[in-house]
């Protein structure tokens, strides 16, 4: 089982970035997908969810990201825009499943990709 994310790169504040996270070995149709971030010296933060018909999203980046998926596909997206230095981070996709539709909680999801790395020049 593996989630493979990729898309970071280099952008100016304003810009846009769109992550994707291609799963393998499974498939996550009936699994949260959630994008968490991490900053150096900081804890991972929840950045967005998505399970069926539904999307969640921290206050953070609500207006600005939006969360996708492709289950034919078995690829979740994360559109970024109107990015923000503040944004700069690895991001990170995840799945899990619980009795919640999603949690912000990094510890519900279950399998982990590795990080992409966004940097966002001021």
């Known amino acids: 089982v593996q989630l493979q994310a990729s898309g970071g790169g280099l952008v100016q504040a304003g810009g846009s970035l769109r992550l994707s996270c291609a799963a393998s070995?499974?498939?996550?149709?009936?699994?949260?997908m959630g994008w968490f971030r991490q900053s150096p010296g900081k804890e991972r933060e929840f950045v967005a969810a998505i399970n069926g018909g539904s999307q969640y999203y921290a206050d953070s980046v609500k207006g600005r990201f939006t969360i996708s998926r492709d289950k034919a596909k078995n690829t979740v997206y994360l559109q970024m825009n109107s990015l923000k230095p503040e944004d700069t981070a690895d991001y990170y996709c995840?799945?899990?499943?619980?009795?919640?539709?999603?949690?912000?909680?990094?510890?519900?999801?279950?399998?982990w990709g590795q990080g992409t790395h966004v940097t966002v020049s001021s």
């Open positions: 070995g499974r498939t996550f149709s009936n699994y949260a």
């Open positions: 995840a799945a899990g499943r619980g009795s919640s539709l999603y949690s912000p909680a990094p510890d519900w999801y279950d399998y």
